[in-house]
């Protein structure tokens, strides 16, 4: 599956942006979609995954209560919206996917994806 992510921009602290993956290429409803994000000279960081079928979303601490994730079935697109945008925040954003469940100990890691999209710089202004 290729994914493409867009939405990235600069914002103002406490603005918002909705980040989209445009997945193309696999059956989309089997995919777990992820987010994870890079800032300068730091790790790639798990940001949020959805669940399969009744599964919940699982968020990172930093954004639980500020993000969204969720995914457009029609469209086959994933989306994260952020809203009260920290300084913080500022990243390169990537989506990622993973065919199939995840155990549930597994989907905050990165290892645990197959597929990439190629980032989305998201720059927070105080």
């Known amino acids: 599956v290729q994914l493409q992510a867009s939405g990235g921009g600069l914002v103002q602290a406490g603005g918002s942006l909705r980040l989209s993956c445009a997945a193309s290429?696999?059956?989309?409803?089997?995919?777990?979609m992820a987010w994870f994000r890079q800032a300068p000279g730091k790790e790639r960081e798990f940001v949020a995954v959805?669940?399969?079928?009744?599964?919940?979303?699982i968020y990172s601490d930093s954004v639980k209560g500020r993000f969204t994730i969720s995914r457009d079935k029609a469209k086959n697109t994933a989306y994260l919206q952020m809203n009260s945008l920290k300084p913080e925040d500022t990243a390169v954003y990537y989506c990622?996917?993973?065919?199939?469940?995840?155990?549930?100990?597994?989907?905050?890691?990165?290892?645990?994806?197959?597929?990439w999209g190629q980032g989305t710089q998201v720059t927070v202004s105080s």
């Open positions: 290429g696999g059956t989309f409803n089997m995919y777990h």
């Open positions: 959805d669940g399969l079928n009744a599964d919940r979303a």
């Open positions: 990622a996917a993973r065919r199939g469940r995840i155990v549930l100990s597994a989907r905050t890691t990165e290892k645990s994806y197959d597929y």
